[in-house]
């Protein structure tokens, strides 16, 4: 059974794989029903009252959203399965019953060749729909299930190399590295990595999945697919290999500053064409967000399912993450409270040996502040050269303005975790009694 998936983690796969639910009609109503998630949001499902044409059964849904959030939603490109019987798009709308707050969703209209159709929406506040809606998507098709006609190109799997299959492979959930995330994973598939959340996974036969990703500390440019291509290849040539090319088939912008891209690629590795899509978001000049898939040409229809259920069983662990979080935070404390003591102390010193100074040396004021200025000069190049020999940065928490000395691999964690907040202080902005 083939779902549109089209947002968060992943679209999936290409839109031209998509084949049709191979599942009865199971009776008409206007009733909906309306589900509040564990994770936050809500998703809304059900039959539609009467029969008609795709664009009706659009239209009728795009009125129950204005009519449900009080305001006129803001819609982005339309997309279609292969065998047009399933529509969707993605939505933002300010929510007149929670004060105008801004809200981000994603709806569906499925419609079988009677005429009867069926739609769900799964929407939040647009600040959480990206983490959200994963699993909101999961557990809707876990329990929406709307008429449409038989694939003509579905067949039973294993009725040849070129078979359609609808049915994914058992997946066993796994887990691995830091046990950010876990995800279901076929027979012979294997977690090539997972930190912090993000997670790239492997087939046998080429197969790739990468979620959570960020691309960061590369200027990103107002063609943020180029931007993309360009970093990855830039990637690829520090490891020594080819570049990968690229043919885009279908762009979609998204809310949020994202785009969905729809794609043919080839990383000349020997496998040939594949098949992809990959959701970018924009995070500031210089990083991008990055959820894809891809599998070769020749298994997109065999393996679409599968890919698609590895997709959807993606699962953050969201109780390791705050840890990761709290972690990090409580270390930039840490080394802040303990620069502050460090800083005190040698301004408690400074500033004795300065009175001694100055009681000795009243008649030479003039060079007393020569001298001040002098041993500063000398401090600030003892940090400078300890800090490079021992491997060390100075960050600044833009929040607080709390500043730590700290290793340099933990200074580049936390910026690329947050590039907003923290900062590494370059030697020129140093600040005495404080980094040193």
């Known amino acids: 059974m083939t779902k549109i998936r089209i947002a968060g983690a992943a679209m999936a796969l290409i839109l031209a794989s ?112 990206a983490t959200s809606e994963p699993g909101m998507m999961k557990a809707l098709y876990g329990v929406w299930h709307p008429a449409a006609i038989n694939s003509a190109s579905a067949g039973p799997a294993g009725t040849g190399a070129g078979a359609t299959s609808t049915v994914a492979a058992p997946l066993v959930q796994t887990s691995g590295g830091d046990h950010s995330a876990s995800i279901g994973l076929p027979e012979g598939w294997k977690i090539v990595s997972l930190n912090g959340g993000a997670i790239s996974v492997a087939g ?58 729809i794609l043919k690629l080839d990383l000349n590795d020997g496998v040939g064409p594949r098949r992809g899509s990959v959701r970018l978001g924009r995070w500031g000049a210089q990083a991008i967000s990055v959820d894809g898939s891809n599998i070769p040409e020749r298994l997109a229809e065999k393996e679409n399912a599968t890919l698609m259920a590895v997709i ?53 004021n003039a060079q007393s502040q020569s001298f001040n200025a002098h041993m500063d000069n000398i401090d600030r190049s003892s940090k400078i050269t300890q800090d490079y020999i021992l491997d060390r940065s100075v960050v600044r928490d833009t929040q607080n303005g709390d500043r730590a000395t700290v290793s340099n691999g933990y200074a580049d964690s936390l910026v690329r975790a947050n590039p907003d907040r923290f900062q590494v202080v370059p030697n020129q902005s140093l600040i005495a009694g404080k980094d040193y």
Request: glycine share 10%; charged share 15%; proline share 5%.
């Open 312 to 364: 959807r069983s993606y699962q953050p662990n969201r109780q390791v993450m705050g840890q990761l979080q709290q972690g990090a935070l409580n270390r930039v404390h840490a080394d802040a409270a303990r620069a502050n003591q460090q800083a005190a102390a040698l301004n408690a010193r400074r500033e004795a040996s300065n009175a001694a100074f100055d009681q000795h040396m009243d008649s030479l």
């Open 204 to 261: 046998p036969n080429g197969e790739m999945v990468n979620l959570g990703g960020v691309f960061q500390g590369y200027a990103v440019g107002p063609d943020l697919f180029q931007s993309y291509v360009s970093i990855v290849n830039r990637v690829r040539a520090s490891s020594g290999k080819p570049p990968a090319s690229f043919t885009v088939l279908q762009k979609t912008d998204l809310p949020g500053n994202a785009i969905q891209v």
């Open 18 to 129: 998509l084949t049709a639910y191979a599942q009865a009609p199971k009776g008409s109503g206007n009733d909906f029903t309306t589900v509040n998630a564990p994770g936050g949001g809500q998703y809304i499902y059900g039959p539609f009252p009467t029969k008609g044409s795709m664009s009706d059964a659009v239209l009728y849904m795009l009125r129950n959203i204005h009519q449900y959030f009080g305001n006129r939603p803001d819609v982005g490109k339309f997309v279609q399965s292969r065998d047009g019987t399933q529509t969707a798009a993605f939505f933002g709308v300010n929510a007149k019953s929670a004060g105008d707050k801004p809200v981000t969703g994603l709806f569906i209209v499925a419609r079988s060749a009677d005429g009867s159709a069926s739609g769900a929406v799964v929407f939040d506040e647009s600040s959480h729909f």
